[in-house]
C-alpha cells in the first residue's frame, strides 16, 4: 500500500488550471522528487499534500486516510520550506521544540534529549541557544530539516530549500540529505526546477510540465529512455535532428529528409505516448551527446552523419565536440581527444540510443525549401 | 634624485593629509551645523520650558520673588481631589488603551488579510486626519447630545421614550478617545502585521499549531514592536489630553489636563499647574523607558529566551 496517493488531483484557479488530474503514489521510505520548470505546478502539489491548498477534484491520501480536507495542523507531514521559515524570535531549540509542543505525550527532558540528539546528528551540537539569524545558510537547512524530522513525520515535503545555495554547498547538502533519510528511514518528497538536485538524491523523479505529469521513473529511466522530448530536453544534453515519417508499418519507421531516406527500425509504441505517427507527420531524433561515438571512417551504425569539427572543450574527462553538419551542430562528448578543429569525422550512434519524437509542431507542412535538411549517409 | 623624490612625495603626503584635515574639518563643521539648528531649537522651545516648569512647580510663585518649596507637590498627595483625578486619568487612559489596541489590531488584521494590491481600506482608515480634530469632536457633539442623531435613530427604532443626551459622561469621553486615536494605532499595527512573513504563520500550522496557537505563538510575538509603538502612539496623547475631556465630558469628567488649564487660566495656580504637569511629564517618560525597553528586546540581536 501507498504511503502517499496522489489520485487524480486537479488544481483550478479561476480559469487557469495549475494541476491537471495527476495521480501518483509515494511508498514507505522513499526519496521522490517532483521536478519541473517554474509554474508547472510541483509547488501547487507540494501545497495540497501539506494542506495549504485544496484539490478541486481529486483525493488525496496518507497511510490511507483520507486526507484531502484535513488542515495542515492535523497532517501527519512537515513541510521545509523555500525560505526555511525558521522563527526569528527563537533560538535554535526553541525552533525545534515547536511541533514537539503541540504533541502532548511528550515530557520536557525527553523533548531536550531529543532536540539534542537530533541537532548531533545535523552536526549542529552546541547552537541550541543560538538564534537563528546568526547561522550559515547551510546551518538554517539543516535547522529547518531538524524541525520538521524531529516530530517524525509520516513524510518530509521540501519546498526547493536548497535553490538559494551556491553550489558547492547545495552539492554538499544533497549528500547530507540522503545520509539522513537513511538514518532517519523517513520518506522525502522533493520539490524541485533543478533537475541536478533531482538526479542526484532521488529514487524517483516525477516529472511536470504545464500541470501534468510527463514522466514518473529514476534518474536513469528518465535520462536514457525519455517519454518525450520535453523529458528528453530537461534531464541532460540532448541533440535534437528533424526529420518526416515517410512510412509506417508494424516493425519499422522510415524517416525520409531532405538528403535521403534514414531507414531505423523501429516500433511506433516508441513514439511519445504510443500516439500513432503516419506518413507525412514531423518527427524529432535525439541523441544524447555522449551516445554519439565518433570516428574517422564511416562505420555500420545505424545512424552516421558526416561533418566537421568546429570546436572542442576540455572537460576533464572527456572531450566535447562541436560537430558542424548537414542538419546543424551536433554536441559530441568523447573519451577521445584524437579530433582536431577542421578534421572530417563521422558521428555515429545505434538505433538504441536514438530517441524519436512525434514534433510538437506538426501542424508545419513540408515542403521542398522548409524541408529537415538530415543528411544521412546510407 | 631618489632623496627629492622622497622629499616630495613627503610634501606630497603632507600637502594631502592637510587637504583631508581640511575637509573632515569642513564636514565637521557642517555637521554641527546640521545637528546643531535642531539641537537648538529643542532646547530653546522643549527643554528650557521644561526645565522652568520645573523650577516653577518647586517655588512658591513666579519670578525671582518665588521661594523654594516642596509644598506643590505635598497637595497633589494630601489631597484626595488631585490623586481622585489622576487615577480617574490613568483608568481612561488604560481603558483607551486598551479598546484601541484590541479593536486596532482586529482591524489592521483585517485589512492586511484583505487587501491584495491597493490599501484601499488603509486609506479610510486615514480618512479622518483630513478632517480636524476640534470638528470631529463637535461632530461627536451633534450625535451624541439630547435630540442629536443617536437620540434620534434609538428613538425611530422604539428604544428611547423621549430624546435623551450621552454627553457628558465616561462613556462619551471614552468614545471621543477611542474614535481619535483608532487610526493612529492602526498604521503601526498594520505595518507590523504586513510584514509578518506569511510563510512563517504556515510553517507553525505546518508543526501543528492550530489558528489560535499559530496567532499567540507566532503572529502576537512577531508584531510585538508594533503593538507597543501604538499603545505608546495613544496611551502618551490620552493621558495628557485636555480637548476631548472638555468638549465631551464636561465637568463631570475631569482629567489631568483639564485641571492643569484651569490652575493656568482660571486659578491662576501657575506653580501647582506646573507641579501637575510635572505628573504628565512624568508618565510620558515612563511610557517611553518602557517601550524603549520592550522594544529594544524585541531588536536586540542575541536571542530571547521565550
Known sequence: MPLLDFDGITKEYGDLIAVNDCSFEVFDGEFVSILGPSGSGKSTMLRMISGFESPTEGIIKLEAEDMTDVPPFERETNMVFQDLALFPHLTVAENIEYGLKNKEDLPPDEREAKIEEMLEMVQLGGYADRNPKELSGGEQQRVALVRALVNEPAMVLFDEPLASLDRQLRQHMQVELQRIQDKTDTTFLYVTHDQEVAMATSDRMILLRDGEIEQIGSARELYEDPASQFVANFIGDVNTIPATVRDVSDSALDLTTHAGDLDVSLSPDMIYDGAAVSAGDLVNVCVRPHNVTLATEKSSAEFSLRGEVKNRIYKGNDVRYMIDTPVGNLTVDSDTAAFDIDDTVHATWSRADGHIFASEDTDGTVTEDNQPTLSVEQ | ?306
Open chain 2, 1 to 306: 634624485m631618489s632623496s627629492s623624490q622622497l622629499s616630495n612625495s613627503g610634501a606630497l603626503s603632507t600637502q594631502l593629509h592637510r587637504f583631508a584635515e581640511y575637509v573632515r574639518g569642513r564636514r565637521r563643521r557642517s555637521l554641527a551645523l546640521i545637528i546643531g539648528a535642531p539641537v537648538l531649537a529643542l532646547l530653546t522651545f522643549f527643554v528650557l520650558p521644561l526645565l522652568s516648569m520645573l523650577w516653577l512647580s518647586l517655588h512658591t510663585e513666579t519670578g525671582a520673588s518665588g521661594e523654594f518649596t516642596l509644598a506643590n507637590y505635598q497637595q497633589l498627595i494630601a489631597s484626595t481631589t488631585y490623586l481622585e483625578i489622576l487615577k480617574t486619568t490613568l483608568v481612561l487612559t488604560v481603558e483607551t488603551t486598551v479598546i484601541v489596541t484590541v479593536v486596532g489590531y482586529v482591524l489592521a488584521y483585517g485589512i492586511v488579510r484583505l487587501s491584495t494590491r491597493t490599501n484601499l481600506l488603509l486609506l479610510l482608515v486615514i480618512l479622518p486626519f483630513w478632517t480636524n480634530y476640534i470638528i470631529r469632536m463637535y461632530a461627536w457633539i451633534n450625535i451624541l447630545q439630547p435630540d442629536g442623531a443617536l437620540s434620534s435613530i434609538l428613538m425611530s427604532l422604539g428604544l428611547l421614550a423621549e430624546p435623551t443626551g450621552f454627553l457628558y459622561n465616561r462613556a462619551a469621553v471614552l468614545v471621543g478617545f477611542v474614535y481619535v486615536w483608532l487610526p493612529l494605532a492602526v498604521l503601526p499595527f498594520y505595518a507590523s502585521l504586513n510584514n509578518l512573513d506569511e510563510d512563517l504563520i504556515e510553517a507553525a500550522m505546518d508543526l501543528g499549531s492550530g489558528p489560535i496557537k499559530t496567532f499567540l505563538t507566532v503572529t502576537l510575538p512577531l508584531t510585538k514592536g508594533g503593538i507597543i509603538a501604538g499603545i505608546t502612539l495613544v496611551a502618551i496623547p490620552t493621558f495628557g489630553s485636555f480637548i476631548t475631556p472638555v468638549l465631551l465630558g464636561g465637568t463631570n469628567v475631569t482629567m489631568i489636563g483639564v485641571v492643569i488649564e484651569r490652575q493656568f487660566n482660571e486659578a491662576f495656580n501657575w506653580p501647582l499647574g506646573s507641579a501637575l504637569g510635572m505628573v504628565v511629564t512624568a508618565f510620558v517618560i515612563l511610557m517611553l523607558a518602557l517601550s524603549t525597553k520592550l522594544g529594544a528586546d524585541l531588536l536586540g540581536t542575541e536571542g530571547e529566551a521565550q
